[in-house]
Every structure is written in C-alpha cells, then in structure tokens.
C-alpha cells in the first residue's frame, strides 16, 4: 500500500461541485429574503433567481445523477460502519489532543465513512425533500383548484423552509470541517485540481501509472 | 421637444381640469357636460353614419326635452322600447340569485339614504323627465331623456323635478337658458363627461360616493387613468361598458368578480365590462418568471387589486365618514354649512351641512382588501336586523378562497350612522325633499321625516327612530393606473403588507410558521455555537500542545 497523489474528482465531479455550491448559496440567500429574513433584493427579483437556481439545480442533479450511475461513482456512497467510531472518536476527542485523522481515502473510497453517510443523507434525504416540495409548490398554478390547495400549500411551505434550515446547517458544518485535520488549503484543492492523497493497492498504482499516468503523481 | 410639448399639455391639462373643477362646485349638484376637443373612443361604436346638424326634424325650436325625444324616436324607431328596459330608466334591479329587489327605486344607501320618495331631487339623475312621485309612466317612452347622455355641446342640464324646500330651490336659481335645439343637433356617442354628470357625483357630490369615480375623470391624466387617459388611450366609459340596446356592461349589483371566459370570439362577450373580457385570462405577456407568476395571480387577485394602487387620486377627494347624528344644527334658524377640507387640486368640501350631518373626506387611499365572489347581499328597507349588532352592513358579501368564483378584490368601505327604526330594527325611507313641512331639508326634524317617508311607502314604522353605524362597501374599479404604478411584490409579501390578515391563504414573505422558524434559527445559531465550540477548544489544545513540546 502506497500513498500517492491521484486525481479523485474528475472535471465534471468538479464542476458539479462548485456549480452546486454557488446554485445553493443563491437559494439559500434568495430564499431566506423571499422568507422576508432580508430585504437586500426585492422579492421579484428573489422569485426570480430562487426559481431560476433552482431549475439550473434540477438539471445539474439530472446529470449529476446519471454521471454517478454510469461511472458507478455511486459505490462511493455506500453506507459502511467500518472505520466510522475511529471518525467520530476523532472529531470528538483525538482532534483536541492533535492527533491525525484516522482516515485514509481509497481509490474506490474517497469518502470517510462519516463523510460519505452525511453526503448520502444530503442526496436521499434533505436534497429531494427541498427539491420534491419546490416542484410541487412552483406548480401550484397547475393544482391550486383543487380542494384545500392553500392548505397544502401552506404544509409544502413549511416542510421546504424546514428542509432549507437543514441545508443551511449542513453547508455551515461542510465549511468548518474543511478546517479539520489538515490546512484549509489542502482540504480545498482537491476539489479545484481533482488530486489528493490516496492509499492505493500495489495494483491500483501499477494500473494507474500504467493505463493512466496523468491521473496519478 | 416632446418633453416642452409634454409639459405644456400637463399645464393645459391642470388649467382645464381647475376649470371644470370650478364649474362643478358653483352649479352642483348636476354639472352640465364638459366639451372635449376630440372623441372619445368609444370601443366598437365609433365614426358614426349620420351627421345631425343635417336632419331637418331637429332644426327646430323645442320647448321641452320630450320634444327633443320624440323627434329622436322619430327616427331611432325602436330605442324607446329598448331604453326602457334599462336600469338607467328602471332604477330597478332583481337580483336573480338572491330574489333580491334591488336599484335606486328601492334601496337605502348611506350617503343620502333613500331615493324613495324623494325623487323630485333624486331623479334629476334619472335618465327621464319629471319623476318626482309614484304617478311616474315608465311606458311613456317621451319622458326619456336623449340628451342627458348625448349632448356634446356640455351646456346641458337638469335641475329637480319639483321644487323643495325654498331653502334647497334657492341652488337651482339662475341658470342660463339651454338652446335645445342647438343640443339636439350636437348628439353623439357619450363622453366621460356625460356619464359622470351623475355618476361622479353620486352620493350628493363629486366622488362622495364611489371613491373612483370622480370628475378628475373627465380630462384625466394617463397617470391617473390608464384607459381614460386623454395623453394616452382616452376610453369613453363605453369602451368598457359597452352596449347593445341600451343594456350596458357591468353591473354593481351583480359582478363577475372572476371571468373565467376571456375575450371570447370576435363579436362576442357583449355581456361584460371586466378587465378580462379585452386583457384576456393570461392579461401579462409572459417574457420572465415574474411576468408568468404575475398570471398566476390572476387566478386569485382581482386585476384592480395590484392595479389600482389607490382610489380617490388625481386631487378629488372621496368620503368616507358620514354623520347623521349631527344633522340639524342651525344656525338663527337656518340651515348651514362649513368647509373644513381642501383636496388635492385645491377645492374645498364641505364637512358639515345642516341638512346632512358631518363628513369626513381623504383621498389617495389603501383599499380594503377582501375576498369577494361578485355577490352583494343588501340591507333592504324590509330586512330585519339585531340593533346591537353595529356596524350594519348596507350591503354584505361573501367570498373565500376556495370558491372559485371568488378573487381578492379592493373596497373602498363607508362608515356612516344613519337614521334607522330601532324599535323595528329596520332601515328607513326618510323624506328628505319636499313643499310640505316635513321634509328634512327645510325642516330639520327627522322623527317627522321619517314617519311621514315610512307612511308615503306604506311601510311599518315603530314610531322609534336612532341612529345607527352602518358600513357599505364600494369594488374599486376605476382609475387604473398605469403598469409602472401597478404595486409591487412586497406590497403584500411582507408583514404587515396591504393583505395582512386576510385568512385563506399562504403568502410567501407574510406567513411562518413560528415554531418552525425559532426551530430553524436555534438549530443554525446552534451549529455556529458548536462549531465555535468546537474551533476553540482545537485552538486551546494545539496551543497546549506547543507548550508541551517545547
């Protein structure tokens, strides 16, 4: 086993990445001002950029998910407990003491365990909650007619605006960790130049510098 | 260039409208017509086919408006039979879903009360000659007055059908003689002038009553009525209110407060004067999220509602309080009266007439916003009500937003307390007009004006009469404003916007869920706080750590 330096995150993983960080940031600002939090853009124009992030959203998570089925990067996300009580042990005690992450990135597990539950909880869970009841509630037009439809609406509103403080609280723990373990600096690149530090198996390292040596340094 | 020229028509405009201002106050309360320099558009019914300077029967001498009538049914055959039919000429309306008689014949408002037995001053908006009692022919087809709606010469006019009290008579003294003939040549299609001749004035002056109708209308800025505007489309009422056989589009009494039809087929929809029955169902062109959203709206807001941001502009102020209480007072025995508010375009309204009572006026104002199906519910002269349970509603309505009838549409609501018959717990037919000594203006007693209107009627009285809160509620549909004025967003998505407290619905920006936000800000300000937490004490222990090493 070795540690080598190999590209993780391909170019479109990259640009998925910065591409729904800055779609997120945009609802979250434009939703939170629709929600009467601010007053910094007028609510036309909030209505506008939520609705218009949004759809751009959609459709990056349309190719985000068929890029991770089709490139099975999906397996990345498998829920696993191997490793997990090192990782909270770690954020919750040995990180005090100035110990090292007990962590080290696979090739086919670029995710430490807690990481790749919390990222699996985001996809399954609070990403289709938002994106389910703001579909539903951007076509009220369609149902508005039927009976209770302003209750309805009012139920949607309140789950899309639950679902929108969860995001904003897993954004603000997503950036923090980044200062974790590491510089801030070193958690970042990865996810701008695609490399980081890997343990590798003798025969990922013999096919990668062999089949794909501009992946690997 | 444009601009002078602009600035210039914005003075001549603002000289013409003092003017005609001017000439309102002084021979109130029927102005005469306002001559226009060019037509008005009156929708489908424009150019004209006939010129009638050029028919001979009308170049005569005519001593009386019936004379001018009948020449004109001489020719126009069958419009005595049509005109007939309508409310102009009724002053009746049966509701068809409430059974309701309603129309100016039988109803009590809360400006003047009740036209009932007070039509030898009421009728004078009549669209007739001579009504002043119960021995009015509504077949005689040469009581119809033409020229009321049709003159163009604007020196038209009519003055009480009876003569009152000498102490009201004295206002209709000294008008200048009227060239029938020269009026009857000038016939054409009716202006803005011409309807507002009453409709303006409703309620006893100029926009009292509707608070969006006002003579500010006649010559109005595009800026105070986008249809009406003389810079810009300069709409005849008719445009909208279109007729067929002289039945006019729009009603009061019964409204579509949501079209679901649209502009109908070319030729078609003679039936309405909505908003959607030109601007069709999708009235916004769809070129943003915001434009498309904006039709969405239409689905619950009425189109007034975001259109018409405030009722009584262009400097004539509405009434909007009403004190009969106070009626009465003289002063060395004679009734009098006091100014005691300025509108915007510089005129003073009377806010105190003996024969009347107190009013309030205001202008430039917020609407009330309620949900409304288009059915109005009246108080009628025989509708029991609980005295205790005030304000009375004159005229109610129902609406919510599950109907799908219903819209959010503007009112413009009227506080007045007004006589009633409390020991009944009824309205009342006060006779306010008349030669004899009990009518109110002259008199001044309303036990004997009430007794002797109820007993004209033939209707019960207790011999009991108060005074009552009352509220009536006005649609506001005029004085549209130009798309740049329409409100904003914010004017309803936000606390405390114009649609606060109005249940039925979720507003983005007006309504949360307090539990749910205190939830969602403890859970953000709480990971701050970890987070926090959790930074210092990493930065506690390195720097520990340091020390250790060193």
Redesign the interface.
């Known amino acids: 086993m070795a540690i080598r330096h190999v590209k993780i995150f391909s170019l479109f993983e990259r640009f998925w990445h910065w591409a729904q960080m800055a779609l997120i940031m945009v609802l979250l600002f434009s939703g939170f001002g629709?929600?009467?939090f601010h007053?910094l853009i007028?609510?036309?124009t909030a209505?506008?950029l939520h609705?218009?992030a949004a759809l751009f959203l959609l459709l990056l998570w349309a190719f985000g998910t068929f890029w991770l089925f089709t490139t099975r990067s999906w397996r990345h996300f498998i829920p696993t407990l191997s490793g997990m009580w090192q990782v909270f042990h770690f954020y919750s005690l040995g990180?005090?003491?100035?110990e090292h992450h007990p962590y080290r990135k696979a090739y086919w597990r670029k995710h430490n365990p807690l990481q790749a539950l919390a990222y699996l909880m985001l996809k399954i869970v609070l990403f289709p909650l938002i994106w389910i009841t703001g579909l539903i509630y951007l076509f009220?037009?369609v149902w508005?007619?039927l009976?209770?439809a302003?209750d309805w609406?009012?139920g949607l509103?309140?789950v899309h605006?639950?679902a929108?403080?969860?995001i904003?609280?897993f954004v603000?723990?997503h950036v923090?960790m980044l200062?974790?373990g590491h510089s801030f600096k070193e958690h970042l690149m990865p996810m701008v130049n695609g490399f980081d530090d890997v343990d590798l198996t003798p025969e990922e390292e013999a096919y990668l510098l062999k089949d794909e040596p501009e992946n690997i340094r | 260039m444009r601009l002078f020229l602009g600035r210039a028509l914005m003075v001549l405009l603002a000289g013409a409208l003092m003017a005609t201002g001017a000439l309102a106050q002084s021979q109130w309360p029927t102005p005469p017509a306002t001559p226009t320099p060019t037509d008005q558009i009156s929708g489908p019914l424009s150019g004209g086919t006939a010129d009638h300077t050029k028919f001979e029967i009308l170049k005569q001498t005519f001593a009386t408006g019936s004379d001018v009538t009948r020449a004109c049914l001489s020719c126009h055959t069958e419009t005595g039979q049509h005109f007939r039919q309508n409310i102009h000429w009724t002053w009746e309306y049966k509701n068809p879903v409430t059974g309701q008689q309603l129309g100016k014949k039988h109803l009590v408002n809360n400006f003047c009360t009740n036209a009932r037995g007070n039509e030898g001053m009421c009728a004078q908006c009549h669209a007739g000659y001579g009504w002043k009692d119960e021995g009015f022919d509504f077949n005689d087809e040469s009581k119809i007055d033409c020229l009321v709606c049709h003159d163009r010469t604007g020196s038209y006019y009519k003055t009480p059908n009876s003569a009152g009290s000498p102490a009201c008579s004295v206002m209709f003294e000294g008008k200048p003689p009227m060239d029938l003939s020269q009026i009857a040549q000038s016939v054409s299609l009716p202006e803005r002038a011409n309807c507002g001749t009453c409709h303006f004035n409703g309620g006893g002056g100029d926009n009292v009553k509707h608070g969006d109708l006002s003579s500010a209308l006649k010559n109005p800025p595009r800026s105070l009525d986008v249809h009406m505007g003389v810079d810009g489309l300069n709409f005849a009422c008719t445009a909208c209110h279109i007729t067929n056989k002289h039945l006019w589009a729009g009603s009061r009494y019964q409204i579509a407060a949501k079209d679901q039809e649209g502009t109908g087929l070319p030729g078609q929809r003679r039936d309405v004067a909505t908003c959607e029955s030109c601007h069709g169902l999708t009235p916004h062109h769809v070129d943003s999220i915001a434009s498309f959203k904006r039709n969405d709206h239409a689905s619950s807001l009425a189109c007034q509602t975001c259109h018409i941001p405030e009722y009584a502009r262009g400097g004539v102020a509405t009434m909007t309080h009403w004190d009969w209480r106070t009626a009465g007072k003289t002063r060395n025995g004679e009734g009098y009266h006091e100014h005691g508010y300025t509108q915007g375009n510089g005129e003073h309204r009377y806010t105190y007439k003996s024969i009347k009572g107190d009013f309030i006026y205001a202008e430039n104002l917020v609407p009330l916003y309620r949900w409304f199906d288009g059915q109005m519910n009246y108080t009628t002269i025989d509708t029991k009500f609980d005295v205790n349970q005030q304000p009375i509603a004159i005229n109610d309505f129902t609406g919510n937003r599950e109907d799908r009838r219903s819209r959010i549409w503007p009112f413009k609501p009227m506080y007045t307390w007004l006589p009633a018959d409390v020991g009944n717990g009824t309205l009342v037919y006060t006779h306010l007009w008349g030669e004899d000594d009990s009518s109110y203006w002259g008199n001044y007693d309303m036990g004997k004006a009430i007794a002797f209107g109820m007993k004209k009627a033939g209707l019960p009285y207790s011999g009991q009469y108060g005074f009552v809160e009352t509220v009536s509620y006005w649609p506001i549909t005029h004085m549209v404003a130009p798309k740049e004025q329409a409100l904003n967003c914010e004017s309803c998505h936000s606390v405390g916007g114009r649609l606060d407290g109005l249940k039925g619905l979720y507003l983005p920006g007006r309504d949360h869920h307090p539990w749910l936000d205190l939830i969602g800000i403890i859970a953000v300000l709480g990971t701050l706080a970890v987070i926090l937490g959790h930074a210092l004490i990493r930065t506690l222990a390195s720097l520990r750590g340091q020390r250790g090493q060193h």
Request: avoid cysteine; aromatic fraction near 18%.
């Open positions: 629709l929600h009467g007053h007028s609510f036309e209505v506008t609705t218009l990180i005090f003491k100035g009220y037009f508005r007619d009976p209770h302003s609406l009012t509103a309140y605006t639950g929108a403080y969860a904003l609280v603000l723990v923090y200062t974790t």
